[in-house]
């Protein structure tokens, strides 16, 4: 037994986004072929809790800067946790957390489970460059989670000897159950055969481009979640009287495995590379779903494979986006997108696949060091 110890900005229960899941994930397949495994991440106050039988221990935020955070108590008390641990897994990006690099025995094996490219803090990305070169070089192994990724990094070129690429796994037991009562009450606020998002909205989701395909197209749309372009967006579909586009703020689990049980199709019109794989298209995937994603050179690719389980298009391309929903409502290949989509599912992107691939990677690194 090996002692595992993940460290991140942010950690279930406490925020529920897409690295989260994957940390939570990974945790939980690891449990299961008997490793200890502690996550260290920050919050409003230091606490320890017990999640799913993980011990996370959480150290009070000090400040944020943009989506960057910083601890003052993780840096006083982190060095034990670092002395307890047999390998420690950083989740990139997060650039406070490299500066925890010099604390940590050089002997002791480095992995860096790297999520996505610096992309928009242009600014950050230079005061930050030479701290994420020493960490980058201090890692003993990299784990991109798409070939497509590291083909296509230019930060990841430099250290292409020492990656590993595995894909990202749900937890698919999370999605078997659809609440019928559920099912029947999104199918009376929205129908069904629409066209689908569950996400948070934000900038690089490119969710502007699918409202104004919405408006070519008068395809049905529901979107799912909530985020910085709410706004934004219900004006637009107001100002132009859209109809056929229907948001349904923040859904619960039960919520969002109804309306994907419901809809026709799930688009994905993220547009920049801060979109690094999308776990809502594996979980798409799951429920039978045909997929329409954007070809941004990323994980996302990896996922919906163009032709077999629904469309990719250009990004950033309202019209693009339009034909493929107008598309996918004809194409007479709709019910073989729905086999292939389970079928990819479950063969490649099961929690179970990922936990072994990581530990494998461990074992890996512990018997180097022996």
């Not at 994957?22 to 260290?40: A, F, M, P, T």
């Not at 709410?230 to 859209?242: C, D, T």
């Not at 039978?288 to 990004?315: K, M, Q, W």
């Not at 693009?320 to 290949?333: P, Q």
């Amino acid at each position: 037994m090996s002692k595992i110890l993940h460290v991140y900005k942010t950690c279930y229960p406490e925020t529920q986004g897409g690295i989260e899941q994957v940390i939570k994930n990974l945790s939980k397949g690891l449990l299961e072929l008997d490793q200890n495994v502690r996550i260290l991440a920050l919050s409003d106050e230091d606490k320890v809790v017990n999640y799913q039988g993980v011990e996370v221990v959480f150290f009070k935020r000090t400040f944020s800067i943009k989506s960057n955070c910083f601890s003052l108590s993780m840096l006083k008390n982190i060095k034990p946790h670092f002395d307890w641990a047999d390998v420690i897994n950083f989740h990139y990006p997060w650039p406070s957390g490299d500066m925890f690099i010099p604390l940590i025995d050089k002997v002791k094996p480095i992995v860096v489970t790297y999520h996505s490219d610096i992309v928009r803090q242009k600014l950050l990305r230079i005061v930050y460059s030479p701290l994420e070169k020493y960490f980058l070089k201090r890692a003993d192994a990299i784990v991109p989670t798409s070939q497509n990724y590291l083909k296509s990094s230019t930060t990841l070129a430099s250290y292409k000897e020492k990656c590993s690429v595995v894909a990202l796994g749900v937890d698919f037991e999370e999605y078997t159950a659809v609440d019928t009562v559920i099912r029947e009450s999104m199918e009376e606020k929205v129908g069904r055969d629409f066209f689908l998002f569950v996400g948070v909205l934000r900038y690089y989701k490119g969710l502007q481009y699918l409202v104004e395909a919405a408006k070519i197209s008068n395809c049905p749309i529901v979107i799912a979640g909530k985020g910085p372009e709410e706004k934004r967006l219900k004006e637009y579909v107001k100002q132009n009287q859209l109809s056929n586009v229907h948001f349904l703020g923040f859904v619960s689990e039960a919520e969002k495995n109804a309306l994907l049980s419901l809809c026709k199709c799930f688009v994905f019109p993220s547009f920049i590379r801060s979109e690094a794989f999308g776990v809502s298209l594996v979980e798409a995937l799951y429920h039978g779903r045909p997929i329409i994603s954007c070809d941004i050179s990323t994980g996302t690719s990896f996922v919906n494979e163009h032709n077999l389980t629904g469309y990719v298009v250009a990004p950033a391309d309202s019209q693009a986006l339009a034909t493929a929903m107008i598309n996918m409502n004809e194409d007479k290949r709709y019910l073989e997108f729905v086999d292939n989509a389970r079928t990819r599912a479950e063969s490649l992107f099961s929690y179970q696949t990922m936990a072994e691939s990581y530990l494998d990677i461990y074992n890996s690194l512990l018997s180097d060091e022996s």
